[in-house]
Each structure stands twice: as C-alpha cells, then as structure tokens.
C-alpha cells in the first residue's frame, strides 16, 4: 500500500474512533468504556496495518528479479541434487548445510 492510500486509510479510521467515543454517554464509566473502545481500535488498526504490509512486502518480493532467478535455481538444484531427490521420495536423509552449493552474490 502506497503512503497516501496508507494516510488515507489510518484518516478514516482514526475518524470512526472518534465518532465511536462521542458517541459514549456520560456516565461513572464512560472513561472505561473510551478506554475500551481505543484499545480495540488500536489493535485493529494495527493487525490491519501490519497485515497490510505485509500483503504489500510479500507482493513486491514474488515479483523481484532476484526471487525469480532463485527459484530457477533451486528448481535446477532439486533436478540434480541426488539428496533431496531422495528426501522427496519419503527416505530418510540428513541433509548437512555444506550439501547446498555457494550461490554466487547478484
């Protein structure tokens, strides 16, 4: 999500908060209640943020360059490396860190 649609949206949000809490009578708990009221939308507006993110991360990861060429990689590692052939068949191999080859810097 762009900045703007970010502002745009945490806009719009902070504003039914708002209308939330004047809508609240006045009462012996009416602070509980906005207390109440702010802590929910907090952490609403928080996972749907961080949700957010991360739908907007994950996206631009799976489109880059470098993601492709990696899974061209390891597509053709898996095709010729006999271990994890043997792993994906069900048996039981220990694979060691020093079994995967150095990939060289892009």
């Not at 945490?10 to 009578?25: F, G, I, M, N, T």
């Not at 749907?48 to 991360?54: H, Q, S, W």
Request: charged share 40%; proline share 4%.
């Amino acid at each position: 999500m762009s900045s703007p649609q970010m502002r745009k949206w945490v806009y719009h949000k902070a504003k039914q908060l708002l209308d939330e809490l004047d809508d609240v009578p006045l009462s012996d708990d009416s602070i509980d209640k906005k207390l109440a009221i702010l802590r929910s939308g907090l952490r609403e507006a928080s996972v749907e943020l961080f949700k957010r993110a991360a739908e907007s991360s994950t996206a631009e990861i799976l489109e880059s360059k470098e993601y492709q060429l990696l899974c061209k990689n390891a597509e053709r590692y898996v095709k010729t490396e006999p271990k994890v052939e043997a792993e994906a068949s069900g048996k039981d191999v220990k694979i060691e860190m020093s079994d995967f080859p150095k990939f060289r810097k892009i």
